[in-house]
């Protein structure tokens, strides 16, 4: 068997994973950028760790992919993660949710085990 074609099994993997956007996220995000002036800008989503339940999510905006990001579209505006990051959010959804308390983005992760009450951390 020629296995001279195919990808790495890392890479495969890799390719597989992804998050998707709510309409109501990637509209905020759209809103943003037009706020900032800079249509360039994307979301960037992060995992690190920390927070109440071990890992915690982050959100900030960047004009920057580097090499070991991955990008997701959705309604022309931009999501980045990093690989790492991805792993612990494949299958994810990422929300914008306004409520009587405040509006914030929102992840809803299949691979969370647990999540704080506020919803920035998680545990797996």
């Known amino acids: 068997m020629d296995r001279s074609k195919e990808a790495p099994p890392i890479m495969a993997a890799m390719s597989e994973m992804s998050i998707t956007l709510s309409q109501s996220a990637a509209a905020r ?11 360039s800008l994307m979301l ?3 995992v690190s760790g920390g927070g109440c339940s071990g890992f915690q999510y982050g959100f900030d905006f960047d004009d920057t992919v580097n090499d070991d990001d991955r990008t997701f579209q959705r309604d022309g505006v931009t999501a980045v993660i990093d690989e790492m990051s991805l792993e612990l959010l494949n ?4 929300d914008f949710v306004e409520e009587l308390v405040g509006a914030s983005f929102q992840i809803k992760n299949p691979n969370a085990a647990s999540s704080c009450g506020c919803g920035s951390s998680f545990s797996i």
């Open 29 to 39: 995000i759209a809103e943003l950028m037009v706020q900032e002036g800079r249509d």
């Open 44 to 46: 960037r989503i992060s």
């Open 91 to 94: 299958g994810a959804q990422v």
